[in-house]
């Protein structure tokens, strides 16, 4: 018997129909004889439904009171389940953030998990219960409702599972796996066996949209088995416990793989793209100690989260420019901050662009093997497609592009690196 940790998405749980098709796979898991605890998102759109809400009714909104209104969808996906669930004969009951409870801290609709009372959770289970959860949501220290930032309910899984000391927390998605890219672009792009945490780390940060960052980097440090799974499989489909989908292990584990034959280990397992970022280059920033930390510090107390940095070589007349991406949602506030701080901070002009892609190449293999980058530059010269910012990893190369050329990069790259033929991705 294991304890295992389910987490459903917005398209699983989007509508009565979809709901029971969740409630039969968790039956399933419980019928199998292990204790299950399930937690899940809101349905498709009803987040953003609710955002619009708060927007409509005061566009500076209180972000405590957004936290109250966004959270209500999660709390009605995990009371449904819970009915569908009692429905099919199985005991069931929800157990909301504020219940558990599900310590948070930091900001309103920005909150991080810090603790999970887990003892309550633990005996109902044992006594033979599915718990369900919704995800996304936590408690204050002041007792009030909290949020963890879109896509939060993977975080909440992987917490849940890390609290309950669970086998494995299985995310289920409207996809099968992880995939060496998006199948949508290159049409012989194959699912992956299994990544290591460092590898969906980087994959999750540079674009890929199977799991959210933080709870991948949860997931690490916690050191939780996770499975990728579709739950739009048939009824007769293999159950997850025969491992259809896509783990997410420690390198220790992955090399246990590799030994018996399961996995082969690759030079680069997958690439990556993103067209939500932002370009910002400052012009004649003072090149001298400080001055780069006066541009980042204000961002970094508004929360804007800035990725790729890097600082031309200093001109003569003591000035450099500085160049960096922001998400494109915090473009227009980024922008604002900084022409706030533009005497201090003492630059010239700046300079956006939003018609950017980056696109990324990672893989462990890149720790012991040279080349990888120049074979990157080199397939996308070819092809004509111009590179216009560089950052790397230990495991990642990423570039900026023209965002028309993203498709065309990603498949340049994927053949590549051998990634069309299936040998090397199984």
């Known amino acids: 018997m294991a304890r295992i940790v389910m987490k459903f998405g917005g398209t699983s749980m989007a509508g009565t129909e979809r709901i029971r098709r969740v409630a039969n796979i968790v039956r399933k898991q419980q019928a199998a004889g292990h204790e299950v605890a399930v937690v899940v998102s809101a349905m498709a759109g009803e987040t953003d439904r609710l955002v619009n809400f708060c927007r409509e009714a005061n566009a500076l909104y209180d972000p405590a009171e957004y936290d109250?209104?966004?959270?209500?969808?999660?709390?009605?996906?995990?009371?449904?389940?819970?009915?569908?669930?009692?429905?099919?004969?199985?005991?069931?009951?929800?157990?909301?953030?504020?219940?558990?409870?599900?310590?948070?801290?930091?900001?309103?609709?920005?909150?991080?998990?810090?603790?999970?009372?887990?003892?309550?959770?633990?005996?109902?289970?044992?006594?033979?219960?599915?718990?369900v959860i919704p995800g996304?949501?936590?408690i204050s220290d002041d007792g009030r409702i909290t949020t963890l930032g879109r896509g939060g309910s993977d975080t909440s899984a992987v917490a849940v599972a890390a609290a309950l000391h669970a086998d494995r927390c299985d995310i289920y998605t409207d996809v099968d796996g992880v995939y060496t890219t998006d199948p949508r672009i290159v049409a012989k792009a194959h699912k992956l066996k299994a990544v290591t945490y460092e590898e969906m780390l980087e994959l999750a940060s540079v674009g890929a949209k199977v799991l959210q960052t933080r709870s991948v980097g949860l997931a690490?440090?916690?050191?939780?088995?996770?499975?990728?799974?579709?739950?739009?499989?048939?009824?007769?489909?293999?159950?997850?416990?025969?491992?259809?989908?896509?783990?997410?292990?420690s390198d220790d584990e992955m090399n246990q793989l590799v030994e018996k034959g399961d996995m082969e280990r690759q030079l680069v397992t997958g690439i990556a793209h993103d067209k939500n970022e932002a370009k910002v280059i400052l012009t004649r920033v003072p090149d001298k100690p400080g001055a780069v930390a006066h541009?980042?510090?204000?961002?970094?107390?508004?929360?804007?989260?800035?990725?790729?940095?890097?600082?031309?070589?200093?001109?003569?007349?003591?000035?450099?420019?500085?160049t960096f991406t922001v998400p494109q949602a915090d473009l227009a506030r980024a922008q604002a901050l900084l022409e706030d701080k533009r005497e201090e901070i003492g630059f010239n002009r700046i300079i956006t662009d939003s018609k950017i892609a980056k696109i990324s190449v990672v893989g462990v293999g890149m720790k012991s093997h040279a080349g990888v980058a120049s074979n990157m530059f080199r397939a996308l010269s070819d092809r004509g497609i111009n590179i216009q910012a560089i950052s790397t990893s230990e495991i990642k190369v990423s570039v900026l592009i023209d965002e028309d050329e993203t498709e065309l990069a990603v498949r340049v790259l994927h053949t590549a690196y051998g990634l069309d033929t299936e040998d090397e991705a199984a």
């Open 220 to 249: 690490m440090k916690a050191g939780v088995r996770v499975q990728v799974l579709s739950s739009f499989l048939g009824d007769d489909a293999i159950p997850a416990d025969d491992l259809p989908g896509t783990l997410i292990v």
């Open 295 to 322: 541009i980042f510090e204000p961002l970094a107390a508004a929360s804007i989260n800035v990725d790729m940095i890097i600082q031309n070589v200093g001109r003569d007349k003591g000035e450099t420019d500085v």
């Open 136 to 138: 996304f949501q936590g």
């Open 68 to 131: 109250v209104v966004v959270s209500s969808g999660e709390q009605v996906t995990s009371g449904l389940l819970a009915l569908t669930l009692q429905s099919m004969g199985c005991k069931a009951r929800s157990w909301l953030g504020w219940q558990l409870p599900v310590h948070t801290i930091e900001a309103h609709a920005k909150a991080r998990i810090e603790s999970i009372e887990s003892d309550a959770l633990i005996a109902s289970m044992q006594a033979g219960e599915i718990a």
